[in-house]
């Protein structure tokens, strides 16, 4: 393994944001691997499949040629980072993503490529699962209504119409199913310094982080 930095926790919390900073700052390959899960529920979805056809969805995966340049995911050579935030994916991307033979899967592509490249990778099963031994590991979680309003301000700017309710219930339903599902489920890796960005700013957050990370 390369250099890989590990940044796990629930949804809203700033991973992403955060990830993409020190990404730059280090000149790291920033991996969301979120944006894996979307990407195989988006198109499952348009294949009209329910999480009950794992055979096929399996299949789609092995023609999905998943690409990332910076923070925008390449599917197939097709920049699909806008559609992967429409409110109907993220309402059943956890349903796909709990299913064992579609994590397999996308583990394996996550860990190939840390085995090529210096990486950041965000996600609720890094430090635990795919890169376990990641020398520098972070948890970043948030309150709820926190992580609802962050979202809630990200999808207005993007001009996307939402209920700060919807996406509150939407957070608390995402983080039962993702913390009680069979495989991987979220959790801190015992070894991962916790961060709770509740009361911080980014730049605190990316600060902090470094302060973690010695590399030159
Ligand atoms: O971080 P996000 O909201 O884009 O993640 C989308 C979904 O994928 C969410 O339900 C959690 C799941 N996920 C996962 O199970 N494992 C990962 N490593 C990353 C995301």
């Known amino acids: 393994m390369k250099l890989a930095v590990a940044i796990d926790g629930p949804a809203g919390a700033g991973k992403s944001t955060i990830a993409k900073l020190v990404a730059d700052k280090y000149n790291l390959m920033y991996i969301n691997t979120g944006a894996m899960y979307r990407a195989v529920a988006l198109k499952a979805v348009e294949k009209g499949l329910s999480p009950d056809n ?14 990332f340049n910076g923070d925008r995911l390449i599917l197939n050579d097709e920049d699909i980072t ?44 890094i430090g635990t699962v795919v890169l376990k031994k990641a020398p520098y590991k972070f948890y970043i979680t948030a309150s709820p209504e926190e992580r609802a309003q962050r979202r809630y301000n990200e999808l207005m700017e993007k001009g996307i119409l939402v209920d700060y309710n919807d996406i509150l219930n939407e957070i608390i339903k995402r983080d039962h199913i993702d913390t009680h599902r069979k495989i991987n489920p979220l959790k ?8 709770d960005t509740s009361n911080m700013t980014i730049s605190e957050v990316v600060e902090k982080i470094c302060s973690h990370i010695n590399i030159q």
């Open 188 to 195: 801190k890796a015992s070894d991962a310094v916790l961060i």
């Open 82 to 125: 806008e559609k992967l935030s429409l409110p109907e994916i993220a309402g059943k991307v956890s349903h796909f993503a709990a299913i064992e033979r579609v994590r397999e899967k996308l583990v394996f592509q996550q860990q190939n490529i840390a085995e090529e490249h210096d990486v950041i990778m965000d996600g609720r099963d």
């Open 54 to 67: 794992v055979d096929e969805i399996c299949s789609l995966i092995d023609k999905m040629k998943i690409k």
